[in-house]
């Protein structure tokens, strides 16, 4: 998939500002999409119906200017298409809604609709309809047919159904559903929704019935509202469209911490059972969410917050995992546009462009999948209203690669940190206390402090989900900044380099004479999977901090479940377990080594500068070939000799052709590609070290010698794939797999001729 891009926005048009005495009056919604923002030039939305639902057209715009046109513009080359000229007098209240659509005999009309002031608090709605080719060009010399009919009370904004029927705002929050307008344009049903419509978003046919549920509903409109600017709760809404009678029907529900009075901005969208709701303080605070409908109601799930730069701006979901938000610079006067991933919480791309003016307000719709319509209306009498076309893209969904080399580009969006942590639910905040007392517990009581609070949450978890004695208990939830919080109390502070050697010496070797440390804990975090090498300052990094409590048992542990550990740091462990190679009390060097090559694999240009410069005895490096060579031979020679295992081996071992001994241990071969790829790099790294040392050629010629064996073997055996091949074609064994798992294990083969890509 692309990688998300913004690129640097096109000036569609420049409006002047009405000087009249009255221009106050004629201000309208400046998009569908709220009725929060007026101005005297509104942007409308040109859609095409099919059978299959409502889309936007690609490549066109609506503008209407009061008093002036209404301008349909082709993106590619920002020329109109069509203008319908306003006189001055004509005072449009909703934006112009474009309904491309083929009328039966597959004559293809396109239809712009306008509701204008009239008398006696009604609109009057203008329905313009011109006939199109077979391209959706204008056709030459064919007539425009203008029709109007008149909707009681004063219109905010037009919405298209894919019957061919409208739904209608109007400016105190009603919502009326109006006939087809080529036909009659009468008034259908009506519903009631709060005044302020905060972010209001059409659903078509098919993403309506998969967000209700519901199979007779033929449209939805998403809407965020309040019943006024001095309201605090803010509202969620699905208004169905149903083909039957009752005709419209409501879901809602209020969303929390939501305080109207202060909010910047809403977006919503869909994702197959569910929309998204996102929300935009002044102070920053960017919060998302997941609206459902279940049970014939609407309910909003946990949502999440993270604290902005304050600035005036406005959202619009791109994606149902991709934000855009389109905001003002305080410091300077300049437009910024952000692609913001929602589940990564990173600034995947952006763009800055230069103002007119510092004070300004902004408005910004989906105009098409390919643009975004900005509205820069700069505060003043004498500056013109812009608006402008955003060519963005992005895919369908998040990926992490995206998001590599993302933190430059969000810290200066983030807000600064308070000095306090973010805010834990109550059974994690009580944990979190403890940790920040003034007299903090470490090592054992720690441990103690620790499963005291693990039996009481694992209690409280089993009274709330109603899990029955005997059964296991549900594992109690822990934020990642507490665990982090957790390993920073657990460990000890790692060895300064000049207490290295005697921690290999000393400390490592039976674990007595370590620091002390709270090993329950710290086994608790790890074997679940919570602990990550990043959680804790690289200048005080995990595994020297393991390293510093002398328990080699807690080490492997770290090896086994960290998947992110550095190469220097494996590296060093490994020239500690070298160093005490003989000693009784410390692990072996195969069962260090084997921790050492357990997946994900290393890089292998970091590996080989960490051995360079952790290994530089001659010693050490044919310990480590001997190590290999054994495991190489195990690995190969094991299948042949029809033994399922390696040999057991002994508890020490000589290295052939020298007077070096090391222990053994109960190690187990690791993978014989891991093997292969380290022998790989330590002979890379060290062959011309080894060279250089005559005393290590007769090892090397061992060394070689069984490789070449093996390699014969490989060999020999490979001219015998011809004669048994007819062995090999057989009949095939039965399969007695269920279908489910033949058609998954099918997926996972990759055919011939094939290119496949990790997506990371």
Same mark, same amino acid.
């Given at each position: 998939?692309?990688?998300p891009?913004?690129?640097?926005p096109?000036? #569609?048009?420049a409006?002047?500002?009405p000087r009249?005495k009255?221009?106050?009056a004629?201000?309208?919604c400046?998009?569908h999409?709220?009725?929060?923002?007026? +101005?005297?030039?509104a942007?409308?939305?040109?859609?095409?119906?099919?059978?299959?639902g409502?889309?936007?057209?690609?490549?066109?715009?609506?503008?209407?200017?009061?008093? @002036?046109?209404?301008?349909?513009?082709?993106?590619?080359?920002?020329?109109p298409?069509?203008?319908y000229?306003?006189s001055p007098?004509?005072?449009a209240?909703?934006?112009?809604?474009?309904?491309e659509?083929?009328?039966?005999g597959?004559?293809?009309?396109?239809?712009?609709?306008?509701?204008v002031?009239?008398?006696?608090d009604?609109?009057c709605?203008?329905a313009?309809s011109e006939?199109l080719?077979a391209?959706g060009?204008?056709?030459?010399?064919?007539?425009?047919?203008?029709?109007?009919?008149?909707?009681?009370?004063?219109?905010?904004?037009?919405?298209?159904?894919r019957?061919?029927?409208?739904?209608?705002a109007?400016?105190?929050?009603?919502?009326?559903?109006l006939?087809?307008?080529l036909?009659?344009g009468?008034?259908?049903d009506?519903?009631?929704?709060p005044?302020?419509h905060?972010?209001?978003?059409?659903?078509?046919?098919?993403?309506?019935?998969a967000?209700?549920?519901?199979s007779?509903?033929?449209?939805? #409109? !998403?809407?965020a509202?309040?019943k006024s600017?001095?309201h605090a709760?803010l509202?969620?809404?699905?208004v169905?469209?149903r083909a039957?009678?009752?005709?419209?029907?409501t879901?809602?529900?209020?969303?929390? %911490?939501?305080?109207?009075?202060?909010?910047?901005?809403?977006a919503?969208?869909?994702h197959?059972?569910?929309?998204e709701l996102?929300?935009?303080a002044?102070?920053?605070?960017?919060?998302?969410?997941?609206?459902?409908v279940?049970?014939r109601?609407?309910?909003c799930?946990?949502?999440?917050?993270?604290?902005?730069?304050?600035?005036?701006?406005r959202?619009?979901?791109?994606?149902?995992?991709?934000?855009l938000?389109v905001?003002?610079?305080?410091?300077?006067?300049?437009?910024?546009? *952000?692609?913001?991933?929602?589940?990564?919480?990173? @600034?995947?791309?952006?763009?800055e462009?230069s *103002?007119?003016?510092a004070?300004?307000?902004?408005?910004?719709?989906?105009?098409?999948e390919?643009? @975004?319509?900005?509205q820069?209306?700069? $505060?003043g009498?004498?500056?013109?209203c812009?608006v402008?076309?955003?060519?963005?893209?992005?895919?369908?969904?998040?990926?992490l690669r995206?998001a590599?080399?993302?933190?430059?580009?969000?810290e200066?969006?983030?807000?600064?940190?308070?000095g306090g942590?973010?805010?834990?639910?109550?059974?994690?905040?009580?944990?979190?206390d403890m940790?920040?007392?003034k007299?903090? /517990?470490t090592?054992?009581a720690l441990?103690?402090?620790?499963?005291?609070?693990?039996?009481?949450?694992e209690?409280r #978890?089993?009274?709330?989900?109603?899990v029955?004695?005997?059964?296991k208990?549900? &594992? /109690?939830?822990?934020?990642?900044a507490?665990?982090?919080?957790l390993l920073d109390?657990?460990?000890?502070?790692a060895?300064?380099?000049? +207490?290295r050697?005697?921690?290999?010496?000393g400390?490592?070797h039976?674990?007595?004479?370590?620091?002390?440390?709270a090993?329950?804990?710290?086994?608790?975090?790890?074997?679940?999977?919570?602990?990550?090498a990043?959680?804790?300052?690289?200048h005080?990094?995990l595994?020297?901090?393991a390293?510093?409590?002398? %328990?080699?048992?807690?080490v492997?542990?770290v090896m086994?479940?960290?998947m992110?550990?550095?190469?220097?740091?494996?590296?060093?462990?490994?020239?500690?377990a070298?160093?005490a190679?003989?000693?009784?009390?410390a692990p072996g060097?195969?069962?260090?080594l084997?921790?050492v090559?357990? /997946?994900?694999?290393?890089? &292998?240009?970091?590996?080989?500068?960490?051995?360079r410069?952790? $290994?530089?005895e001659?010693d050490?490096?044919l310990?480590l070939?001997?190590? !290999?060579?054994?495991w190489?031979g195990?690995q190969?020679?094991a299948p042949?000799?029809?033994r399922?295992e390696?040999?057991?081996?002994?508890?020490?071992?000589?290295?052939p052709h020298?007077?070096?001994?090391?222990?053994?241990?109960?190690?187990?071969?690791p993978?014989?590609?891991a093997?292969?790829s380290?022998?790989?790099?330590?002979l890379?790294?060290?062959f011309?070290?080894?060279?250089?040392?005559?005393?290590?050629?007769?090892?090397?010629?061992?060394?070689t010698?069984?490789l070449s064996?093996?390699?014969?073997t490989m060999?020999?055996?490979g001219r015998?794939?011809?004669p048994?091949g007819?062995?090999a074609?057989?009949?095939?064994?039965r399969?007695?797999?269920? &279908?489910?798992l033949? *058609?998954?294990?099918?997926?996972?083969?990759?055919p +011939?001729y094939s290119?496949?890509t *990790?997506?990371?």
């Amino acid at each position: 998939m692309a990688a998300p891009l913004v690129q640097t926005p096109i000036q #569609l048009s420049a409006h002047s500002r009405p000087r009249t005495k009255h221009a106050s009056a004629g201000l309208l919604c400046n998009s569908h999409s709220a009725n929060t923002c007026r +101005s005297h030039v509104a942007v409308g939305d040109i859609v095409r119906l099919s059978s299959q639902g409502v889309r936007r057209r690609r490549g066109l715009v609506a503008t209407l200017e009061q008093g @002036v046109a209404i301008v349909l513009m082709d993106l590619q080359t920002q020329t109109p298409v069509h203008t319908y000229t306003l006189s001055p007098s004509d005072r449009a209240c909703t934006p112009p809604l474009v309904v491309e659509r083929a009328l039966p005999g597959r004559q293809l009309v396109r239809t712009t609709y306008v509701g204008v002031c009239a008398a006696n608090d009604t609109t009057c709605v203008w329905a313009l309809s011109e006939a199109l080719d077979a391209r959706g060009k204008h056709v030459p010399g064919a007539a425009l047919s203008k029709t109007t009919f008149d909707v009681p009370g004063t219109l905010g904004a037009l919405y298209a159904l894919r019957t061919g029927e409208l739904l209608a705002a109007r400016s105190d929050g009603t919502l009326l559903l109006l006939e087809d307008p080529l036909a009659s344009g009468t008034v259908l049903d009506k519903c009631a929704t709060p005044a302020v419509h905060y972010d209001a978003q059409l659903l078509d046919e098919p993403a309506a019935r998969a967000l209700t549920g519901d199979s007779e509903v033929v449209g939805a #409109l !998403l809407l965020a509202a309040a019943k006024s600017r001095k309201h605090a709760s803010l509202e969620a809404m699905v208004v169905t469209v149903r083909a039957a009678a009752p005709r419209l029907g409501t879901y809602r529900c209020t969303v929390p %911490d939501v305080d109207t009075t202060t909010l910047e901005s809403c977006a919503m969208t869909t994702h197959q059972t569910s929309a998204e709701l996102a929300t935009l303080a002044r102070d920053g605070t960017l919060t998302t969410g997941a609206l459902r409908v279940a049970e014939r109601s609407l309910t909003c799930d946990a949502r999440h917050a993270v604290h902005l730069t304050p600035a005036g701006g406005r959202l619009v979901f791109l994606s149902p995992s991709h934000l855009l938000l389109v905001a003002l610079r305080m410091d300077k006067p300049r437009a910024a546009a *952000l692609v913001w991933d929602v589940e990564l919480d990173a @600034v995947l791309t952006s763009v800055e462009w230069s *103002l007119a003016s510092a004070g300004a307000h902004v408005a910004a719709s989906r105009a098409t999948e390919e643009h @975004v319509l900005v509205q820069i209306e700069p $505060i003043g009498d004498a500056a013109r209203c812009s608006v402008l076309a955003l060519p963005v893209s992005v895919p369908s969904t998040s990926l992490l690669r995206h998001a590599l080399g993302a933190a430059a580009r969000t810290e200066p969006w983030l807000a600064e940190a308070s000095g306090g942590a973010a805010a834990l639910p109550a059974p994690q905040q009580a944990l979190r206390d403890m940790l920040l007392a003034k007299d903090p /517990p470490t090592g054992t009581a720690l441990d103690e402090r620790f499963r005291a609070w693990l039996r009481a949450e694992e209690e409280r #978890l089993r009274e709330v989900e109603g899990v029955r004695a005997g059964r296991k208990a549900p &594992k /109690p939830a822990l934020d990642a900044a507490l665990v982090a919080e957790l390993l920073d109390a657990a460990l000890p502070p790692a060895l300064k380099a000049s +207490s290295r050697n005697a921690a290999a010496a000393g400390a490592l070797h039976g674990g007595s004479s370590g620091a002390p440390c709270a090993r329950d804990t710290l086994r608790y975090l790890l074997e679940r999977g919570l602990v990550s090498a990043a959680m804790l300052d690289p200048h005080n990094a995990l595994m020297p901090r393991a390293q510093a409590t002398g %328990d080699w048992a807690l080490v492997c542990l770290v090896m086994r479940h960290v998947m992110d550990v550095a190469e220097t740091h494996v590296v060093a462990v490994l020239r500690d377990a070298l160093a005490a190679r003989r000693d009784a009390k410390a692990p072996g060097v195969p069962r260090v080594l084997q921790h050492v090559l357990l /997946p994900p694999s290393f890089s &292998k240009p970091a590996l080989r500068m960490a051995l360079r410069t952790h $290994i530089r005895e001659d010693d050490d490096v044919l310990v480590l070939l001997d190590v !290999l060579r054994v495991w190489l031979g195990a690995q190969v020679s094991a299948p042949l000799e029809g033994r399922a295992e390696p040999m057991p081996a002994e508890d020490e071992r000589h290295v052939p052709h020298t007077d070096l001994v090391y222990r053994v241990g109960d190690a187990r071969p690791p993978a014989l590609g891991a093997v292969a790829s380290f022998a790989e790099d330590v002979l890379d790294t060290f062959f011309p070290q080894l060279l250089a040392a005559p005393r290590t050629h007769a090892f090397l010629g061992e060394f070689t010698r069984v490789l070449s064996q093996h390699v014969a073997t490989m060999q020999a055996l490979g001219r015998l794939r011809a004669p048994l091949g007819v062995f090999a074609s057989g009949p095939e064994p039965r399969d007695t797999r269920s &279908k489910r798992l033949a *058609l998954h294990e099918a997926s996972l083969l990759v055919p +011939s001729y094939s290119v496949e890509t *990790l997506d990371v």
